[in-house]
Nanobody, 120 residues
Framework: QVQLVESGGGLVQPGGSLRLSCAASGSIFRLYVMGWYRQAPGKERELVATITSGGSTNYGDSVKGRFTISRDNAKNTVYLQMNSLKPEDTAVYYC??????????????WGQGRQVTVSS
């Protein structure tokens, strides 16, 4: 069982920056792949970025070169630094914790979501 509490985000002008944080509790943080997903009005939820306990990262094509995911295992926290923001980045951003056992099962947990709005 993992509880994810998100903070940060907000309103920013195009070209600006925002930062999201996600604090995890209730389990062993280092065993989970952490990620960020987003959902805009009328759109399906899409991958933003993921990061393994060892620091390997993966990014969605639309955010490559602009967003950076990181994690601090000692603080049980994952971050998303968002730079050069565009209006199309406007969405609710969700923190995700994922764990898979081969031949056993999958655990998937979600944060409550934080609004990011990019507008002039």
């Amino acid at each position: 069982q993992v509880q994810l509490v998100e903070s940060g985000g907000g309103l920013v002008q195009p070209g600006g920056s925002l930062r999201l944080s996600c604090a995890a509790s209730g389990s062993i943080f280092r065993l989970y792949v952490m990620g960020w997903y987003r959902q805009a009005p009328g759109k399906e939820r899409e991958l933003v970025a993921t990061i393994t306990s060892g620091g390997s990262t993966n990014y969605g094509d639309s955010v490559k070169g602009r967003f950076t995911i990181s994690r601090d295992n000692a603080k049980n926290t994952v971050y998303l630094q968002m730079n050069s923001l565009k209006p199309e980045d406007t969405a609710v951003y969700y923190c995700n914790a994922h764990r898979t056992w081969v031949g056993a099962g999958v655990l998937d947990y979600w944060g409550q979501g934080r609004q990011v709005t990019v507008s002039s």
